[in-house]
């Protein structure tokens, strides 16, 4: 059964960090490339970025340069270091196995106040 847990949310003022973690079981890891999401309220869930097997990374242009994505392959786990956080950043962040893309966990909610 694939799982994919997210934690490392939480409320933060503007220019603040966060790193969240997300965790996977079920699937060989290291053979999937990973990506997160989030979706903002009454938006759509929108791509925010993705590594691939090989550490290959690409963002969202919104995100260049404040986040980065990064894996080890060791803990199935795929982090996601946000800094410089923006009011627009607040969302639900989902992470996702490419390869299991209609699997999503609960997500973890990241709010910025100005």
């Known amino acids: 059964q694939v799982q994919l847990v997210e934690s490392g949310g939480g409320s933060v003022q503007a220019g603040g960090s966060l790193r969240l973690s997300c965790v996977a079981s079920?699937?060989?890891?290291?053979?999937?490339?990973m990506a997160w999401y989030r979706q903002a309220p009454g938006k759509q869930r929108e791509l925010v970025a993705r590594i691939t097997t090989r550490g290959i990374t690409n963002y969202q242009d919104s995100v260049k340069g404040r986040f980065t994505i990064s894996r080890d392959n060791a803990k199935n786990t795929v982090y996601l270091q946000m800094s410089s956080l923006k009011p627009e950043d607040t969302a639900v962040y989902y992470c996702?196995?490419?390869?299991?893309?209609?699997?999503w966990g609960q997500g973890t909610l990241v709010t910025v106040s100005s």
């Open positions: 996702n196995a490419v390869l299991y893309s209609t699997i």
């Open positions: 079920g699937i060989i890891f290291s053979l999937n490339a």
